[in-house]
């Protein structure tokens, strides 16, 4: 089993330089065991109705057990998933159903336009909630499986100064939001959004994963995903982490010069090591072929300006070199940049 105590501790350690900043955010925190893998906004926190607790479906995007999240908009189901394991919620019909095929009725709810299904479902994957509050404030969804090497309240504790920077990094960006990264909306209480000229899915990898690149998405309040190789990932961990906590995704790349697998599997370890989870979101070469359990992203470069001007669905542009020249065109083009996930298809 990973020791996650010592890479906790020494993350601890490093943040205890940080100045300290006990208001309490904007922010809701995800941890599992003893990591904190996600933030969400402070507005998706956990509630009660009825004497059941419930959660922002996003809560899950932290992983526990390795659940994925995924849904049909059309159909209208959400689903959440392992290797062995599923829960299928049919939002029109009320009731979720297991691997086995077991249906049982359900109920979901929205707060803020936001899907919330019964912190029950966890159980399903072996593991409890707990809703903990930070020193500073902030609620703490805790996903445990009895792997945890701290109790609630000490855990609380040892996580106060990442809380602290995660809050600081909030504060020094006073015009972003972190994204509810929400697919899952009610319809009947939200405005329509509003229509632009093109919607693009931007990611950055290899010269551009840069800390200019990261300030210039600050400046143009845009959030986009990063594809970072093993290299990168081991090589620079504080920009890894600023590029995390201002909401940005992280992914893995491949250069395409070996086994992909491989490549990506140790760029998985490296990221771990970073940020304490692992992602299976990765961006490779047109045509290179990774293992089954990958989301594989092809990497086709930045298509020519009138494709994503004229596309009828969104396009993906992944910027290598020139991010300052494509983040002015992408903003002349009143483009709405939408920010890649796990979950994301991408046709």
């Known amino acids: 089993m990973k020791k996650l105590l010592p890479g906790l501790l020494a993350l601890a350690l490093l943040l205890t330089m940080l100045p300290s900043a006990r208001a309490a955010g904007s922010l809701c925190f995800v941890a599992v065991n003893d990591t904190i893998p996600l933030s969400l906004p402070a507005s998706d926190a956990p509630y009660y109705s009825g004497g059941t607790l419930y959660l922002p479906y996003t809560a899950f995007n932290a992983n526990p057990g390795g659940v994925i999240v995924s ?11 392992t290797r062995t394991s599923r829960l299928v919620y049919d939002l029109t019909a009320g009731t979720v159903t297991d691997e086995s095929g077991t249906e049982s009725p359900v109920s979901v709810l929205y707060r ?4 919330y299904i019964p912190a029950s479902a966890a159980e399903h994957f072996g593991y409890s909630v707990s809703i903990l509050t930070a ?3 902030e609620t703490i969804i805790r996903f445990t499986n009895g792997s945890q090497v701290y109790d609630d309240s000490l855990f609380v504790e040892k996580a106060a100064n ?7 990094q909030q504060t020094d960006q006073p015009d972003q939001n972190t994204p509810s990264q929400q697919p899952w909306q009610d319809t009947e209480t939200q ?4 229509q632009e000229p093109a919607d693009v899915y931007l990611a950055f990898a290899g010269a551009a994963v840069s800390q200019e690149t990261l300030d210039l998405l600050s400046q143009y309040q845009i959030r986009a995903a990063f594809f970072l190789t093993e290299a990168q990932l081991r090589a620079d961990k504080a920009l890894v982490r600023a590029i995390y906590a201002q909401g940005h995704t992280i992914g893995l790349a491949s250069d395409g010069t070996g086994d992909v697998t491989e490549q990506l599997t140790a760029a998985n370890e490296a990221m771990d090591e970073a940020l304490f989870f692992k992602t299976v979101l990765a961006l490779a070469p047109q045509g290179a072929y990774a293992d089954e359990g990958w989301h594989l992203v092809a990497d086709t470069g930045v298509p020519d ?4 001007r004229n596309s009828p669905g969104p396009s993906l542009l992944v910027c290598r070199g020139d991010a300052p020249a494509l983040l002015e065109r992408l903003s002349n083009a009143q483009a709405q940049v939408l920010q890649i996930l796990e979950t994301t298809s991408l046709g």
Do not use: R
Not at 112 to 115: H, S
Not at 162 to 168: A, G, K
Not at 305 to 308: F, L, R, S
């Open 191 to 194: 405005d329509p959004p509003e």
């Open 71 to 81: 849904n049909n908009v059309d159909q209208n189901t959400f689903v959440l998933f």
């Open 162 to 168: 990442l809380i602290d920077y995660l809050n600081q």
């Open 305 to 308: 300006e009138a494709v994503w």
């Open 112 to 115: 803020g336009g936001l899907l």
């Open 135 to 137: 020193e500073s404030g």
